[in-house]
Each structure stands twice: as C-alpha cells, then as structure tokens.
C-alpha cells in the first residue's frame, strides 16, 4: 500500500529517524518508530500494529483508514464514504478490534451486516485474518449454514458475528437463546453497503432489529456505516443514528484523482459480441446488463469466439455463481456477465476492464461498477458504455456528466413505515409470547423509520390490527391472533422472516420459455393479476412465485399498463434534466468518437423538430387529451399529472415515463381547452396549492397498490399515504415549475 501519512510532527523527530537509519537499527521497529510519529497507526494497541506490520505487510495507511482510526476510538457512530477496495472495512475493523481488546470485552462484541449472503462469504476470511491480531474469533451466520454449527454458537458465542438482518430477526425470535446474554456486550455494529439497505425496507428491518438488540446492551452500540456511493450522507448518518446518543460524523476524505478511461461505443444489437470481444480478449472483464436475458444472449456469442464466459445473476444457483467467482479470479482470458448481483462489493480479483450494455439508470450505479476496473497499483480504471439506442447513449452521455461534476444520487428515507412497524409488531408479540404495547412503541419509535409516528397514529393501527385480528389486546399486552398463524404460520413463521427480497427482478416466463425481467418494486405495485408490454408483446400474469422470483405469463390482446406509469425504469429528476440539457446543447464530448457524435447529433435534430426546448414544459393537444413533455422524472411527472387531475377530474393518466405523460379524456365533450390545462399546471405554483386539502385529494388519487410485502395489511388511509410518499415529489416539483415556461406545442413549432 502507498504510505499516507497525516504529518504535523517537527523536522526534529524526522532528522532522528535518519539518525536511527545510520545506526542500522532493525527495520521493523524503525518503521513502528515512523508511523508512532507520522500517523494514527500509533493510536493501534500493539497486538493490531504487529498485526499490521507482519501478518498484512503494510507500510502505509490509507486516507480513509487515518481519519477514521481516532474517530471510532472516540466513540462516535460513522458513515464511512471511499470507493470498492479503498479499505473502509479495515478503517472500520482495526479501531473497533483495538476498543474490544483494550476494554477486555467478552463474548459477542461486534455485529457485521451484510446485504447480501455473498458478501459475508466473501469477507469472512479478512475478517478472521483482522480479528486474530487481537485473539478474537469471527462466526459467519447465514441460511447454509448448519443449524449445530449456530447451536454451538450460543454456548461459546466469539467476538464478531457477520449475518444479515433477516438471521438476526431468527436469533431475536429463538425462545431457546438468552439474549440478554448474547446481546449484553455487543459494542459496535458494522453495516456494509449502508446505502442499499437504507433505500429499501431491508433498511428499515434492520434499524428495528438494531433497536430490539440495544434493548439487551449494556453498551450505547457504536453505529458504522460503509458505502462507496451515496448523495445524502448526512441524512443517512441521522438515519443510523437510532437511539444512540453518541455524537456522529460523516468522514468522506478527498478523492484521489487517479487516472480512468471511459469510453461510449454505440452499437447495433448484432455488433455487441464483436465489440465485446475486441476489448475483452486477454483481459479480465466484467459485463454488466440490466437483464438476465440480455446477459445469457452475450455469453453464447462470447463462448463461440473463445472468452471464457460465466454468468452470474440471482437466479444462477447459489454453487454455480460461486465456481464462476472462483474460476474467475485464477483465469485471464474470461469474463463474467452479471446483472446488479456484483454492483456490491463482492471481491472477484482484479479487473482489467468493466463494460456496460446500454446504461445503468442511475449515477450511483455506474459509480459502484466504475469502482471495479483500476484497482491495482498504478493501473487505470477502465469502463466502456455499449447503448443500442439513440436514448441509451445520450442518458450514458448524462450519466458520465454528472459523474464528473460529483454529484450522486440521494437515497430516499422514510420516517412513517408502518408496513414495517405491522411487521414488527408482530415479531414483537411472537417473540415475548405476548409485549406490552407501549414497550414496542418505546422500543420502535427510537428508529428514524418510525420516528414522525405519532402514538395516536400507532394505536390507531393497533386497533385496526385487532380488527383484523392479526393480533389481540389483552390488559395492555399485545398477543399474536390465531388468525395470523393461518396467514403467516407455515413452516414456524418462515413467510415473517423472510419478508424483504434480496434479488431486483422477476424472471418473465411463457410455457417455461423466459421472455425477460420486471422490476420487484413495479411487480411489487401492481399487485397479483396485471398486464404489461415485455420483448415486443402483449402479456397477462397467471401466477407470481414470489420465493423463486418468477412470473407465469400468457399471451393478451394487449396490454393496458396502469394509469400511473408505463415502464419500469425509475430515474431521477437529475439525470432526467441532465439528457434534456444533451439534446437542446451544441456541446461535442472529448470521450464521445465521431460515429457517437453523429448518432447524437441526428437523435438531437429529430427532438428539435418536436419543439423540445429547454426550461419549457409543452403541452400537446390531441383529441383525446393532452401530451405533457418534461423530462423531470418520474415522480416529478405524476405529481404534475394528478396536481392537474385534483383540478379536473374529468382525465385519466393513460401512460407516464421519466420524460413526461398523457392526460386522457374518455368524454370529449368534457375536454378541456389548451389554455384551460395550461393554467392548471401553472396553478400548482401558487401559494397554498399544496395545502391539506389537495393533499388529501392526492392520496385519494394514488392507486391502492403496495410497494412492499407488508403493505397490502394496512388499512387504506395508511396504505395510501406510505404509496403517496413513495410516488410523489412536491418539493422537486415546485421547483421544476419555479424554472420553465408552460406552452402549447403550436407555439413552439
């Protein structure tokens, strides 16, 4: 490793490390002498340094590993922001392993979390290797392993315990554990990827969980987040920070500017192979597809043309996916086509290059997959964009923009998750075999997921989940209902435990041939039975297996999307902004080719002759409604689209995408004018417009979907409002309207 060093020692103490080298003295001391005098390596009780020194064989530590060595020592919960393969996990472990040792804790000190089973398998070994400086063991939890290797774990529980949340919720609900015992000296807890737990409800799980295990500490736990990519750091740390009261800190250290080469290389679909192959033969690639369909088409060209070749995606078997990661290191003229599986910080060795087809649709994503390629020493970070289409290259083009200005996305959290807090209630009352009501709220409410609930608001689901009988009140004390072990009771409850899904996609099938993939979130809102568009045609749903993550489908007529949206592709009102600012700009890009530059330049004439402007908002009068162009995203279009339906209510949304919407009148004599729909989109900027009145109206209007396993138990009103919060953007949207013209298309062309 490159020694950084923090140095504000004298030129003194430097001139008597010369004095020491003329003197021959051991280099092993010479250099623990250095870093007592140029580093917090010195902060280090003596087990780690040696440790450090030569079992690792350091001479340096890292940026972020100097910051946040005095930072965790002093007690304080933090996010710990650096790329993959920056050393956040050692920065985390080393002074938390130094605070267990030099405090003499015993038994389970540390908690480890993971987002997924593949990293804790991947960590596990460094883990070990950290924690025997110090003479601690590490214990690995998850689904494959035994079940007498977990008992044996509970007689003589070691240090550190690396799970996910969904094991933790099992070891909370064994009535055969003393937890008060195995939670009493937990210290610290270390979440990995913090950023995809805390835009998810896997995140909220996990911050009840945290709160529960705290009931047991004696200790205030010491909260540590690690994330290479996230645009809200500060919220995120507010989000983890719980009951604890220690102070928090975010510590992001600067950037090192090592060199990359990114390259955007539009092809035709039948190109892909030969262009893949030009760069990926010889080298260590990844190649990364937002389908699995898409990902197993490449992998046969490739195999045909000599690339080794695995795929790697969640519904590969777990066995096959980790052959591949293994086979992949050891080799050289390979790659590995993945989906989002190995977005995360899986260690595959090092990568000589990373490719793209078509775009990630979000920063944070091309960030996280950047961060493979140029790991090395004196390597460069290598990635390639393939878009297939006019539209992918120009959001390619947007991506690499904003990247460059440093600006990433904002992870979206909640402070009112009642799908999670009926969730809780009731692993709460299974556990105790019966909880006192205003324990849970105690407990609960400490946790930024369910921190703005009011107990009104908590007694208020109480009483409809005893309606339900979901659950019984008996003399203040919550008892689970014999309804609900109809509902949930099968196999002891395993349908509570496994309540969050880890893998983003449904597969789509057709008489057992696969079609193609769906968003979770979107198969997720729609509900049971719907109908969609996928691979050029026309489907309706037979059955869901939500375990397996597989869709049954038959052919339809046609497919009629739901009013509120018409592809699954969420992107943000940022990166929406950003292509709009491509097409209506004359800007060439230095790492765009002539052949990329001129697809632009023809796909940027095309929308110009539709009258796209910038800061301008068109309204397009059809016969039948009014076509809305923005590019403001997603949630930004369907607040504009039902803002103006709260006014008229004669319109339906009959589709919406990140770039705008239609507004569909099924009464043409009901139609209103141009100037009519024109003045109710500028209506939305006027004070008051967003009172509790039309708030109201709009929850009213937000289809009764779920987002969420969960959801579809709540009563109605909360139902909708926790879908209000997820599909709504009024700040964003005020905004947007506060910067652009609203005109009609014949005055723009």
């Keep these: 490793m490159t020694p950084i060093f923090q140095t504000s020692n004298s030129n003194l103490m430097l001139m008597f490390v010369g004095w020491l080298k003329k003197r021959k003295v051991n280099q092993r001391i010479l ?17 780690l340094q040696n440790g450090i020194i030569s079992k690792l064989g350091w001479r340096g530590l890292t940026s972020i590993q100097e910051m946040t060595i005095p930072e965790v020592i002093d007690g304080k919960n933090l996010i710990l922001l650096a790329p993959t393969a920056g050393g956040k996990t050692e920065a985390a472990f080393f002074p938390i392993l130094h605070n ?13 979390v993971s987002p997924i089973k593949a990293l804790l398998n991947n960590q596990e070994e460094r883990l070990n290797k950290l924690s025997s400086f110090v003479y601690r063991e590490v214990f690995k939890w998850h689904g494959d392993v035994a079940r007498g290797e977990k008992g044996k774990y509970f007689k003589d529980p070691s240090s550190v315990l690396m799970i996910t949340p969904e094991s933790l919720e099992v070891i909370l609900m064994n009535k055969r554990v003393n937890k008060n015992e195995l939670f009493g000296n937990v210290r610290a807890i270390v979440i990995d990827e913090i950023h995809s737990f805390a835009e998810g409800e896997r995140g909220v799980h996990l911050m009840a969980v945290l709160e529960r295990i705290q009931d047991y500490s004696k200790h205030d736990i010491q909260r540590i987040g690690l994330s290479a990519t996230v645009g809200n750091p500060e919220q995120i740390s507010e989000w983890l920070q719980g009951s604890s009261s220690r102070k928090r800190r975010v510590i992001d250290p600067p950037k090192e500017n090592k060199p990359k080469k990114i390259e955007v290389k539009y092809v035709l679909v039948d190109q892909l192979a030969a262009e893949v192959y030009k760069r990926a033969y010889g080298n260590k690639s990844l190649l990364f597809s937002n389908s699995r369909t898409g990902a197993e088409k490449v992998k046969n060209s490739l195999e045909e043309k000599g690339i080794e070749s695995y795929v790697h995606h969640s519904s590969i078997n777990k066995y096959f996916r980790e052959v591949a990661e293994e086979k992949f290191k050891l080799g050289k003229n390979n790659i590995i086509i993945a989906t989002s599986t190995l977005e995360l910080g899986i260690d595959i060795g090092d990568l000589d290059i990373v ?48 990247a460059m200005r440093g600006w990433v996305e904002s992870v979206k959290v909640t402070k009112k998750s009642f ?54 009140i008996e003399r203040n004390k919550i008892y689970a209902h014999s309804e609900t072990e109809k509902k949930f009771g099968r196999s002891n409850f395993m349908e509570l435990y496994t309540t969050f899904e880890t893998n983003k996609e449904f597969i789509v099938r057709f008489r057992n041939r696969t079609i193609g993939t769906l968003e979770r979130w979107y198969v997720n809102a729609l509900g049971d039975e719907f109908q969609f568009t996928l691979a050029g045609a026309s489907w309706k749903t037979i ?71 910038k800061d301008t908002l068109i309204v397009d009068e059809r016969k039948d409604g009014f076509i809305i162009t923005t590019y403001a995203g997603n949630r930004v279009n369907y607040t504009i689209a039902n803002s103006v339906r709260s006014q008229m209510k004669c319109f339906d949304i009959s589709s919406l995408t990140w770039k705008g919407f239609k507004l569909k009148c099924e009464d043409r004599e009901l139609l209103p004018t141009l100037s009519e729909v024109i003045d109710a989109i500028n209506k939305i900027t ?7 009145e039309n708030q109201v109206r709009l929850m009213d209007l937000v289809p009764d979907i779920s987002f969420s396993k969960y959801q579809k138990y709540l009563p109605s009103k909360l139902r909708k409002a926790q879908s209000s919060e997820y599909v709504y953007d009024i700040e964003t949207t005020l905004s947007y309207l506060s910067k652009v013209k609203v005109l009609g298309y014949k005055d723009l062309v």
């Design 31 to 47: 250099l623990i002498f250095r870093w007592y005098l140029m580093s917090n390596f010195h902060l280090l009780c003596e087990p």
């Design 100 to 112: 267990i040792h030099t405090e003499g804790l015993d038994g389970l000190s540390v908690i480890y």
């Design 355 to 402: 490719l793209q087809l078509d775009s990630p649709y979000s920063v944070s994503s091309f960030l996280q997959r950047m961060g493979r390629t140029g790991r090395r020493q004196g390597s460069i970070g290598h990635f390639v964009f393939f878009p297939t289409q006019s539209e992918k290259l120009v959001i390619a083009i947007a991506i690499i923009n904003l």
């Design 419 to 472: 799908d999670l807090l009926f969730h809780q209630i009731l692993m709460m009352a299974l556990q105790f075999l019966g909880v006192n009501k205003e324990q849970v709220f105690s407990i609960l409410g400490k946790a930024y997921p369910f921190s703005a609930i009011s107990e009104e608001e908590y007694n208020e689901l109480l009483n409809y989940m005893s309606e339900e009988e979901f659950i019984q």
């Design 543 to 613: 059955k869901i297996d939500c375990d397996r993550s597989i869709i049954y489908v038959d052919e339809a007529k046609n497919s009629v999307p739901p009013n509120w949206m018409s592809d699954s592709s969420f992107i943000s009102y940022e990166l929406s902004q950003e292509v709009l600012n491509i097409i209506t700009s004359e800007d060439n890009y230095s790492f765009l080719n002539s052949a990329e530059l001129a697809v632009l330049s023809i796909y940027r004439e095309e929308l110009t002759m539709t009258g796209l402007k």
């Design 686 to 692: 006027e004070e008051g417009f967003y009172g509790y």
